[in-house]
């Protein structure tokens, strides 16, 4: 009897750090909370959002592990698909990308989201193989590994 209690409440914990964007804290909390997890459905959701999670935080190899969990498990919205193919194709597997984007169209044919991967990653894979004349290269001095987008500003009071 305690048991589901627990898993009751180690889900409602997971869900609040993922509510609260706390995605670092929502991986391990949902990933402890799994085991404990009896329901099918709710052990999709688990997965899903575990997935989505890790996906925010940019490990993208354990988003795609979690994705294509989720995805075995059943879940039942068509965003574990786009969110899988988005997941691939920024870590530049392209044929993959597109067979997701494929099943994507086959479950959601009027979702554009379909079309739209599939031309984006075939466009990318085209570039790929026939790169341009320019060369892009990292400038580790201002670059850091995080996801940097703008220098940071100062505020004076």
Do not use: C
């Amino acid at each position: 009897m305690s048991s589901p209690v627990i898993a009751q409440k180690a889900l409602a914990k997971a869900d609040l750090a993922f509510e609260n964007h706390q995605y670092f804290s929502a991986v391990e909390l949902y990933k402890s909370a799994y085991t404990s997890v009896t329901k099918a459905d709710m052990k999709a959701k688990v997965l899903f959002r575990t997935a989505f999670a890790y996906q925010e935080i940019n490990d993208m190899k354990s988003a795609e592990t979690y994705y294509q969990k989720a995805i075995a498990a059943k879940y039942p919205d068509p965003e574990a698909i786009v969110r899988l193919a988005d997941v691939l194709k920024s870590q530049g597997k392209y044929p993959e990308a597109i067979t997701e984007y494929q099943n994507l169209k086959k479950l959601a044919p009027s979702d554009p989201r379909g079309d739209k991967g599939v031309k984006s990653s075939e466009l990318a894979q085209q570039w790929k193989d026939s790169p341009g004349r320019y060369k892009i290269e990292n400038m580790a001095l201002i670059n850091s590994k995080e996801s940097d987008f703008s220098p940071p500003t100062l505020i004076k009071k």
